[in-house]
């Protein structure tokens, strides 16, 4: 079993979370994706700085750069010469554990007697986001001044006239803190192709939930979501439990 784990950081690294160190399995790759030079950096990740790439140099938007290598990392392993059975994603505050089954995860991605498509990630952490879906992460990002009233406007709109069908208020949510998949699954290549694309292309949120949740909803697919590492709280909350660690300042704060 090939696995690999990969993150991002792009911005000013005065002001970013610091990547952790970490304990490394010998038989896992570990790729940081940044437009930031090593030296800023102190961490268990290989850094790879893809400030160059043609897909994001013409991108001015620091946010929108990071979810390339975020969502089509699948692209840039190729690009490479690297090739993997699945791959774990995960935000820079948070980092793999060495003492975690990665092996059974894995092949419960790949196993496609369980899955619609060789995608894991977990439900949103917060349950009114949960239980109100694309329209409960709208209301929570205005609520938390994470991007703009104009822009969430605009956001609707596009899911409007894009595919009205698509129920922005179906009662589930993915979170895409962490998540895994399997590289060569060819849905999955195409599901996250047109995310990029639209992402990209369309002027909507710079957040990625709304439009990832739309695109699960537009094409009926279902992600696994693992029942080892993700886990409620007393209050029905979901959040991995065990997977990842998080580090940092923001652990502190961190409900599981």
Not at 15 to 25: G, H, I, M, V, Y
Not at 108 to 133: C, D, I, S, W
């Amino acid at each position: 079993m090939k696995i690999c784990f990969t993150t991002a950081l792009f911005g000013d690294p005065k002001t970013l979370d610091k990547p952790a160190k970490f304990e490394r399995n010998p038989n896992y790759d570990y790729f940081l994706f940044t437009d930031i030079d090593g030296e800023h950096f102190d961490t268990s990740w290989d850094i790879i700085n893809i400030k160059d790439n043609p897909n994001i140099s013409n991108l001015t938007s620091t946010v929108r750069k990071s979810r390339y290598p975020k969502f089509m990392s699948w692209e840039l392993l190729e690009s490479l010469g690297k090739s993997y059975d699945v791959v774990f994603y995960c935000d820079a505050q948070f980092s793999p554990r060495i003492d975690f089954d990665w092996v059974e995860c894995a092949e419960n991605v790949l196993k496609p007697e369980l899955n619609e498509f060789g995608f894991m990630q977990t439900y949103h952490h917060t349950a009114r986001v949960f239980n109100r879906g694309i329209n409960g992460d709208i209301r929570q990002i205005l609520r938390g001044r994470r991007d703009t009233r104009e822009s969430m406007n605009k956001t609707r709109q596009f899911f409007k006239m894009h595919d009205e069908s698509v129920d922005l208020n179906k009662n589930v949510y993915y979170e895409n803190t962490t998540f895994g998949y399997s590289m060569n699954d060819d849905v999955v290549r195409n599901l996250l192709s047109e995310f990029w694309k639209i992402y990209t292309s369309e002027d909507i949120t710079f957040r990625d939930q709304p439009l990832w949740n739309f695109l699960l909803i537009k094409h009926n697919l279902t992600p696994s979501v693992c029942n080892q590492i993700a886990k409620k709280n007393d209050k029905g909350d979901v959040n991995w439990g065990g997977a990842f660690t998080l580090s940092g300042e923001k652990a502190k704060r961190f409900r599981v």
